[in-house]
């Protein structure tokens, strides 16, 4: 990891921009090529320089390539070391935010991973690109100066994404669509906000505000703790993390793969279900038996708007309106923070942030 500092200004405030890749880093062997590229080959700094984005007005930026990747590859110990990094930084009282490059492919896994293990005061902003910055048009450069622009609003605070002008937040957003460079949608609870010229206009309270909880309805099938969390997350190795799988409720569905999984010593399933979290009688049978194997299971709904609404007559929990990737997350996290993990997958993690910059985290 290669870390330096940018001063454009003589600013009291930082700003810290961490590379992992993707799209927006990628270059094409031919200007124009928009599909035929290699994700993560430009460095982090570079694309800062060529977006014009040192001039980060009132704020020092400090960059840290912490990976080059396509995200379609993302990681668990990637997400450890990201969990790592951010915690570092958000512990200092100079660092006013966080900006993250990465990947549209998995993005909304990570910035929902992100949300969950740290529910920042501050914001860190993921942004991404659909083009490569060898396109003719590149859209890189705008997103990731708007995605300065929000970092550097007052009051900002979650984890959120900006992408075409449009601001989301971490639990809504959703890549759906793979060619257009407007590829994510907030769904029915809608954009946190846009950027128009360089400015944040909000839609809907910052995540993680008292207004924002009021809208959420309930935590879910589950109870995390953010600070237990975060120390699991990052003491844990990755091997030992619980395992769990999606599996697709779908016409002609069968047990099969459920039962393979569970003699794999799955911990935890997904069901992507249809319409209001139904699912095909003989998976049913199936995930049932893994309930009864010790299994936690949950049922998401594969449609892309709406959430499954509990009935009398359920026999799985439900995911409290996330999607079945996020509830995926949710339920691994929930599981490590109960302790469950991977017999034999060891238990060195990271080595700790000290206790009193976690502190000084959370009393912000
Ligand atoms: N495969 C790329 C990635 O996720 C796609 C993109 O960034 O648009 O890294």
Same mark, same amino acid.
């Given at each position: ?36 590229? #290699? ?14 984005? %040192?001039?980060?007005?009132?704020? $020092? ?17 990637? @997400?450890?070391? /990201? ?17 993250? #490059?990465?990947?549209?492919? *998995?993005?909304?896994? *990570?910035?929902?991973?992100?949300? #969950? ?9 993921? $942004? ?15 997103? /990731? ?7 550097? #609003? ?26 257009? !460079? ?23 309270? @910052? ?14 099938? @589950?109870? !995390? *703790? ?12 990755? &091997?030992? @993390? ?5 599996? /697709? ?11 393979? %999984? ?6 935890? %399933? ?33 449609? $892309?708007?709406?959430?499954? %609404?509990?009935?009398?007559?359920? $026999? ?5 309106? !996330? ?11 929930? /599981? ?22 976690? &502190? ?5």
């Amino acid at each position: 990891m290669n870390t330096s500092s940018l001063t454009p200004t003589a600013a009291s405030r930082r700003i810290v921009v961490l590379g992992t890749g993707g799209t927006i880093s990628g270059r094409a062997s031919q200007q124009g090529d928009n599909i035929g590229y #290699t994700a993560g080959e430009v460095g982090v700094a570079q694309l800062l320089e060529s977006a014009g984005a %040192l001039q980060a007005g009132a704020h $020092t930026l400090v960059v840290e390539q912490v990976a080059q990747i396509d995200s379609k590859d993302m990681s668990l110990a990637l @997400w450890q070391q /990201l969990a790592a990094r951010c915690t570092h930084w958000l512990a200092q009282d100079d660092v006013a935010a966080i900006v993250i #490059t990465h990947g549209t492919d *998995t993005l909304e896994e *990570t910035a929902f991973f992100l949300h #969950t293990v740290l529910q920042p005061r501050k914001p860190v902003v993921l $942004t991404c690109a659909m083009r490569p910055s060898s396109a003719l048009v590149p859209d890189g450069p705008q997103n /990731l100066l708007d995605a300065m622009a929000v970092a550097g #609003t007052a009051g900002a605070q979650g984890v959120l994404v900006v992408c075409a002008g449009k601001v989301h937040a971490a639990r809504d957003v959703q890549k759906v669509h793979s060619y257009q !460079l407007d590829a994510f949608s907030s769904g029915i609870p809608g954009l946190l906000g846009v950027v128009e010229e360089g400015r944040l206009r909000r839609l809907r309270p @910052w995540p993680g505000s008292a207004e924002d909880r009021a809208l959420q309805n309930g935590a879910g099938p @589950w109870d !995390l *703790t953010q600070e237990a969390l975060l120390c699991r997350v990052l003491h844990t190795a990755v &091997a030992a @993390w619980p395992r769990v799988e999606v599996v /697709l409720s779908h016409a002609g569905a069968s047990g099969l793969l459920v039962d393979a %999984l569970v003699a794999q010593g799955v911990q935890g %399933l997904v069901v992507s279900a249809t319409g209001n979290g139904t699912v095909h009688s003989e998976l049913q049978v199936a995930l049932l038996r893994a309930t009864a194997a010790g299994v936690r299971v949950l049922r998401a709904t594969r449609c $892309t708007f709406g959430q499954v %609404l509990p009935t009398a007559v359920d $026999t799985l929990p439900d995911s409290a309106g !996330l999607q079945p990737l996020k509830a995926r997350i949710a339920l691994m996290l929930a /599981l490590l923070q109960e302790g469950v993990s991977v017999p034999g997958g060891g238990v060195g993690g990271l080595s700790a942030p000290d206790s009193s910059s976690m &502190a000084s985290r959370r009393s912000e």
